[in-house]
């Protein structure tokens, strides 16, 4: 796909840039970050520009830029319900769940959604909470470092488990000294780069395509019309996505975080709504320009899973792809750090925490760094299991959303969920996933569709078989 000189080229401007970050985690690091609020929540005290820009640089990552584009390419207008699962949930996310979730963050300086459970469900639910957040963001973690190969790969040339492994050492030590500071700031940055850099490959490839009428007079001609109507595509596969990359909205610790780390719940509420807007119209972006490159490119047989290059290089000169491969860097990087530090968290917050004795804010800082080493070690295991970017995300997605959606929606909006309820559907609803994606998805059903279900029944029917103690009633009341 390039030449040699174009490989060392573009290897060194990767490297380049990834030192480019690392001194800027390392300066925030040494300036900014003193405590262990700064490094987990930002000093809650995030203003309206970078909250946007973070929130849509986590949400456009490199499963979305390099997964939705060769979903795109290879299925069709279909996949916009990758997109749409997300938009839906993310609506009534904005709408229901953001001034609850804020509000409980403030009163009890929230840092993780196990602060929530356990406030509601007892110390009985903080356990199962960790185990499903670090399994889904280690997972999503991992699908960055697989991203980030595939750049490796097409740039320097070396493997994709070689590139996986050097991605895994390059982002966990800059994740390490810069925290949720260094996160926010840098999506601030990256975000820009990739919503511009998107957005005007999209204008190029319609243009070069001959507009969407000639798209679609060629995909007729192929006999594949039908793959350019957003309805070819099964119901169960809308579910499978409605399910996990829909519901994980409701439960995405990196979204709670900067709630949380937002200067006030206004700016918090304009600044999500600005970015599922950005987010849906990026995502619309990018899974048009992976069916046009199919259909109107004419560049003949290439492997779809690298659609995003392939597509770069055929309508843009080597500057231009150099660009466009600077613009990927930033998606993906802006997403994995965002989801390291979700992951770390959890261990941080949720196991190191509760157990000390003398609650010592320096001695949490240290260990939040050590957590991301943890997280990061974890991520590449799964990156190494499952290299497949969004089989990925949906698998991490599944775990997460059939453990913790339903108690935690009952627990925000039913005063009769009960702590031993919500206790026992995040325990069941976590281990029959678990267990069914190990066990190959039997019968070819997907985790989610028994985990999620198990759970909600569970959840409900304990909860009423069970009386509410002083906490539930206590926290019933002081919901907001």
């Known amino acids: 796909m390039f030449s040699s000189q174009e490989q060392s080229i573009l290897g060194g401007i990767v490297i380049f840039y990834f030192l480019f970050l690392f001194a800027i985690s390392f300066y925030i690091n040494k300036k900014s970050i003193k405590t262990y609020d700064d490094y987990n929540v930002a000093g809650r005290s995030v203003s309206m520009f970078p909250l946007i820009l973070t929130f849509v640089g986590t949400a456009i990552g490199g499963s979305t830029l390099l997964g939705f584009m060769t979903n795109g390419y290879s299925f069709g207008m279909g996949q916009h319900w990758l997109n749409f699962s997300i938009f839906i949930t993310g609506v009534f996310m904005m709408f229901f769940f953001l001034k609850k979730i804020r509000a409980y963050g403030e009163k009890y300086d929230m840092v993780t959604i196990a602060d929530y459970t356990t406030l509601r469900f007892g110390e009985g639910a903080r356990f199962p909470t960790v185990i499903s957040i670090l399994i889904a963001y280690s997972a999503i973690t991992g699908m960055q470092f697989i991203a980030i190969a595939t750049i490796l790969n097409l740039t320097v040339g070396i493997s994709i488990t070689t590139g996986i492994i050097v991605s895994w050492i390059m982002l966990s030590l800059k994740t390490y000294y810069g925290g949720m500071k260094s996160v926010i700031w840098q999506d601030a940055f990256h975000g820009t780069i990739q919503t511009i850099g998107i957005f005007i490959l999209f204008v190029v490839v319609i243009i070069v395509s001959g507009g969407w009428s000639q798209i679609s007079e060629n995909a007729a001609a192929l006999g594949e019309g039908a793959n350019l109507s957003i309805f070819n595509i099964s119901t169960a596969e809308v579910l499978v996505y409605l399910l996990t990359i829909g519901g994980y909205q409701f439960v995405r610790q990196d979204l709670w975080q900067r709630f949380w780390a937002a200067k006030d719940v206004k700016t918090a509420s304009i600044g999500y709504w600005i970015?599922?807007?950005?987010?849906?119209?990026?995502?619309?972006?990018?899974?048009?320009?992976?069916?046009?490159?199919?259909?109107?490119?004419?560049?003949?047989?290439?492997?779809?899973?690298?659609?995003?290059?392939?597509?770069?290089?055929?309508?843009?000169?080597?500057?231009?792809?150099?660009?466009?491969?600077?613009?990927?860097?930033?998606?993906?990087?802006?997403?994995?750090?965002?989801?390291?530090?979700?992951?770390?968290?959890?261990?941080?917050?949720?196991?190191?925490?509760?157990?000390?004795?003398?609650?010592?804010?320096?001695?949490?800082?240290?260990?939040?760094?050590?957590?991301?080493?943890?997280?990061?070690?974890?991520?590449?295991?799964?990156?190494?299991?499952?290299?497949?970017?969004?089989?990925?995300?949906?698998?991490?997605?599944?775990?997460?959303?059939?453990?913790?959606?339903?108690?935690?929606?009952?627990?925000?909006?039913?005063?009769?969920?009960?702590?031993?309820?919500?206790?026992?559907?995040?325990?069941?609803?976590?281990?029959?996933?678990?267990?069914?994606?190990?066990?190959?998805?039997?019968?070819?059903?997907?985790?989610?569709?028994?985990?999620?279900?198990?759970?909600?029944?569970?959840?409900?029917?304990?909860?009423?078989?069970?009386?509410?103690?002083?906490?539930?009633?206590?926290?019933?009341?002081?919901?907001?």
């Open 275 to 480: 970015s599922i807007i950005l987010a849906l119209v990026t995502g619309i972006f990018v899974i048009m320009i992976g069916v046009a490159g199919k259909y109107g490119l004419n560049m003949g047989e290439i492997n779809p899973t690298l659609a995003y290059y392939a597509i770069s290089e055929h309508v843009f000169n080597f500057p231009m792809v150099i660009v466009m491969i600077i613009a990927l860097l930033a998606t993906v990087i802006s997403t994995a750090d965002s989801f390291f530090m979700a992951g770390a968290s959890s261990i941080v917050n949720d196991v190191i925490r509760p157990r000390m004795k003398v609650q010592d804010d320096q001695k949490l800082l240290k260990y939040s760094r050590l957590s991301v080493i943890l997280v990061s070690f974890l991520s590449l295991v799964l990156a190494l299991y499952i290299p497949n970017l969004v089989d990925l995300w949906v698998t991490g997605t599944a775990m997460l959303v059939s453990a913790l959606v339903a108690p935690v929606t009952f627990g925000l909006f039913w005063k009769g969920a009960t702590k031993i309820g919500g206790t026992v559907g995040m325990w069941v609803g976590l281990f029959v996933a678990v267990g069914w994606q190990l066990a190959g998805h039997p019968f070819g059903i997907h985790p989610v569709f028994l985990g999620l279900p198990i759970s909600i029944i569970l959840t409900v029917v304990v909860s009423l078989m069970t009386k509410p103690n002083d906490l539930d009633n206590y926290t019933s009341k002081e919901a907001v």
